[in-house]
């Protein structure tokens, strides 16, 4: 009886320590209050859209009717000029005083056929005086005389004197507008099916 007594006492502080040490154990090694870092939420990606931004510039200038901005997107490729007569459409530009070959600023054009037009000579205000709506842009990669180019942004127009309505195509690279091409009275789904442009790369609403 007087052991019991005694050992009872002694009992009780280490059954309460062994309890303390097991009660809050959940398999992790962490304090029960270390802070869990959260996953930063990524910033959004501005949407621009699925349009190449050229064409959006493009699109932007002509159906505003800013013809400035249009023109400010052109460059101008350096062909030698030739004092040679008779060379027809699509020909090295003709030299004016120069001597032949003589690299000079052009942009390619056509108007059923291709011809240059000189820097600063470009009118577009003359050209594409009238109202213009974009209709398609494509693929276009065709031929040599439209060195560079990657996109045919085309548009119906009806212009401000002349019969009916007829269309046209801005020729642009990645970046820039090469030149431009008209129809030849034609309404822009003829004209989009008749000179061999590629795959459609943007449509009106996307």
Known sequence: MHLARLVLPALIPLL????????DDDGSDAPPDTP???TPTPEPTPDHGDSPR?????????????LAALERLFVFQRIACTTETG????????????????????????????YYVREGELMLEQMLAGDAAFY???EFTEGEYW????????????????????SFAVIASEDAVLGI????????????ASARFGDVVAEPGQ
């Open 36 to 38: 869990i870092a959260e």
């Open 181 to 192: 091409f008209n129809d030849c009275g034609w309404e822009a789904s003829r004209f989009a």
């Open 16 to 23: 309460a320590f062994a309890a303390l040490a097991c009660g």
């Open 87 to 114: 060379q027809g459409p699509g020909g090295p530009p003709a030299c004016r005083g120069e001597p032949d070959g003589t690299p000079v600023s052009v942009a390619p054009m056509a108007a059923c056929e291709g």
């Open 147 to 166: 060195t560079g180019a990657t996109y045919a942004v085309v548009f119906s127009f009806e212009p401000s004197q002349g019969t009916g309505p007829r």
């Open 54 to 66: 050229v064409i959006d510039d493009i699109v932007e200038a002509v159906e505003s009717g800013d």
């Open 136 to 138: 398609a842009a494509y």
